[in-house]
């Protein structure tokens, strides 16, 4: 989150029209009905109109899976605080619900989470109805103009009608700063093993860790990140779970996004694996990762009460990177999320343990045709500019070639031991000095058994070995992609054309 401009002046500006800020004339195009914009995204959650960033209050309830986020109905850059919300039954598509949560006296509505309280510790359910409640920071910007450095506090906001309405706790704050400037992004989860609310939470530089029984009064227990992991910017939304890996061991797994300092610059978020005792998180070393290795993916975090039954750990990230996000080149919109996916541990050859992500199993019931080509060198004539690519068992080196009809291309190289992202040619570009850029990941295996490219109106997210390296692009054509080509030698390979999702 940009946390520099204040509430008023931001509201002023979004009267006098800064919306159009950075927009390139080819954006500059008129609709007919939503969704259809140039750029629009086809399979990715949009805000229906204005200014989105980092996921907020991922959580299950009742057959619905509830996506909050970080929004700014007024304008198409950033700017006050509200928490925007959606509902989707299968993690494809999403219903547009009004506004969750409003700036107040306290403060705008910065990012945090959302948990179903089901034993009513809060005393804000009523009998047979857990209440859904949301642990969000209150961001003061008068505090902070005024020269205090304590105008970021934690608060609760409660439903009790499936997230629909939403009432703010009289005791806000629950969890006061203590004299830090950055204390932000909490994400709160009930670990049976421990029999308590646990909260992690950024604090600048490091995570602190703190514990509750009724999400009202919380402890201290302690800190994480101080002297390891990647410090070139300041540490945001922070998560922690458990999973088991490929041997049904289990580990405990930290999330920390950190802006800038990522491995392609700006914004990226970084993981670490260890033990966790309730108290104290113990990284099994100093080293980090990166949970995608493209420059648009930040701020991710995971769904809480995905049912037992389930069973999966299903995380959402925002597509964009603070070098450009405010200048993207969308008018109506700005910003969406990246493909929801399934996290898990898998021991890899080269990498050690690692964390994977790929594509929900529920994305592959958006296919409504599938095109199959043959064991080498292909061109396709594309007949819509979103689709799943998928390539089997490829041998040796290979790549492949997104071209429009002004010979824009975005470039994806696969090597021995890399995989290259080239956006340097794809589009428009002039927004940002950085966009147009070469991004490369490291690959964790010697063979590639699966290659899969999901591409969208204004993105492309690379999955290798079902996310063993994951790379995520933003791109904007001139014009759609209309022809794929394929240079290298592999087993079979497929596109399947996808449901637009609105």
């Keep these: 989150m940009n946390k520099t401009l204040k509430m008023k002046t931001l509201v002023c500006l979004a009267l006098v029209g800064c919306g159009v800020q950075g927009t390139s004339p080819e954006a500059m195009i008129s609709v007919d009905r939503p969704y259809t914009e140039m750029h629009r995204p086809q399979v990715h959650f949009s805000p229906q109109s ?3 960033n980092d996921p907020n209050g991922l959580v299950f309830f009742d057959g619905e899976y509830h996506l909050f986020y970080q929004h700014n109905p007024d304008s198409n850059v950033w700017g ?3 928490w925007g919300h959606a509902v989707s039954s299968d993690l494809v598509r999403w219903r547009h619900l009004p506004i969750a949560l409003y700036p107040d006296i306290l ?11 089901w034993n009513n510790t809060t005393g804000f359910g009523k009998t047979e109805i857990p209440p859904m409640v949301a642990i969000f920071t209150h961001h003061n910007h008068l505090s902070r103009e005024r020269g205090d450095i304590n105008y970021q506090n934690q608060s609760l906001a409660y439903s009790l009608d499936n997230g629909r309405n939403w009432q703010k706790y009289d005791g806000n704050p629950v969890l ?13 989860s009930w670990h049976e093993d421990f029999d308590q609310w646990t909260m992690v939470l950024a604090v600048k530089d490091h995570v602190n860790i703190y514990s509750s029984n009724d999400l009202k009064n919380w402890e201290l227990q302690s800190e994480f990140g101080r002297e390891i992991g990647a410090h070139g910017g300041v540490w945001e939304c922070p998560d922690l779970f458990k999973l088991a890996d490929d041997s049904g061991a289990e580990k405990w797994v930290m999330l920390v996004s950190i802006n800038p300092g990522g491995p392609q610059g700006g914004s990226a978020t970084q993981y670490f694996i260890g033990d966790f005792d309730g108290t104290t998180f113990i990284p099994d070393s100093d080293a980090h990762a990166w949970i995608d290795y493209g420059a648009d993916n930040y701020a991710g975090v995971t769904f809480s009460d995905i049912p037992n039954e389930d069973g999966r750990r299903i995380f959402i990230g925002w597509m964009s990177n603070w070098q450009y996000a405010n200048v993207v080149p ?16 898998v021991n890899s050859e080269k990498g ?10 529920e994305l592959s019931n958006a296919s409504k045709e599938r095109l199959t080509f043959g064991v080498e060198d292909a061109m396709i004539n594309l007949k819509q500019d979103y689709f799943s690519l998928d390539i089997r068992n490829i041998e040796g080196e290979l790549s492949l070639s997104l071209v429009n009809d002004e010979e824009e291309s975005v470039n994806i190289i696969l090597r021995s031991d890399s995989i290259i992202v080239d956006r340097t040619q794809a589009g428009i570009s002039t927004f940002s000095e950085v966009f147009a850029a070469t991004h490369k990941a490291p690959l964790f295996s010697s063979k590639v058994e699966k290659l899969e490219v999901l591409v969208d109106a204004c993105s492309i997210e690379v999955f290798v070995n079902d996310g063993e390296t994951v790379m995520t692009e933003l791109l904007f054509p001139s014009s759609p992609y209309n022809t794929l080509s394929v240079n290298g030698r592999f087993e079979n390979g497929s596109i399947a054309y996808l449901h637009a999702i609105w």
């Design 107 to 117: 403060g705008t509505i910065f990012s945090g989470s959302a948990v179903v309280d």
């Design 330 to 345: 969308t008018i109506n919109w700005r910003n969406g999320m990246t493909i929801p996916r399934e996290l898990s541990l």
């Design 176 to 188: 006061d700063n203590p004299g830090i400037e950055d204390f932000r992004d909490p994400k709160v």
């Design 352 to 361: 050690g343990l690692l964390l994977k992500s790929r594509p929900v199993q």
């Design 50 to 52: 204005q200014w989105l």
């Design 80 to 82: 006050p605080m509200h």
